[in-house]
């Protein structure tokens, strides 16, 4: 069973940065791909970024290509997005999720999932 905590949100103006964190524990950290979403109230939870169990490729969201960089360190077993040029459409509720093996972009593919962490851009 793997617990995720996420920490780094907060409200930033457009065309800030922002690096989100999440943590892992109760699971071998190196096993599972990893993957941020965001969820605004009234919307679906949606893909953010994500990475690889084996840490080499990562995806991203076209909305957010180019302005989000995913990575990961195993012996921290932490997981980060380092996002720049923020703008409004940004502004949502940040979850970190975990799933062993493959990475797949589906909200349902994951099955550990943090408490998520608010990230507010004024324009």
């Known amino acids: 069973q793997v617990q995720l905590v996420e920490f780094g949100g907060g409200s930033v103006q457009a065309g800030d940065s922002l690096r989100l964190s999440c943590v892992a524990s109760?699971?071998?950290?190196?096993?599972?791909?990893m993957a941020w979403f965001r969820q605004t109230p009234g919307k679906e939870r949606e893909f953010v970024a994500g990475?690889?169990?084996?840490?080499?490729?990562?995806y991203y969201a076209d909305s957010v290509k180019g302005r989000v960089s995913i990575s990961r360190d195993t012996p921290r077993n932490t997981v980060y997005l380092q996002m720049s040029s923020l703008q409004p459409d940004d502004t949502a509720v940040y979850y970190c999720?975990?799933?062993?093996?493959?990475?797949?972009?589906?909200?349902?593919?994951?099955?550990?999932w943090g408490q998520g962490t608010q990230v507010t851009v004024s324009s």
């Open positions: 109760g699971g071998t950290f190196s096993r599972y791909s």
């Open positions: 990475i690889n169990w084996a840490g080499g490729t990562t």
């Open positions: 999720a975990a799933r062993i093996s493959a990475f797949q972009s589906a909200l349902s593919a994951y099955n550990y």
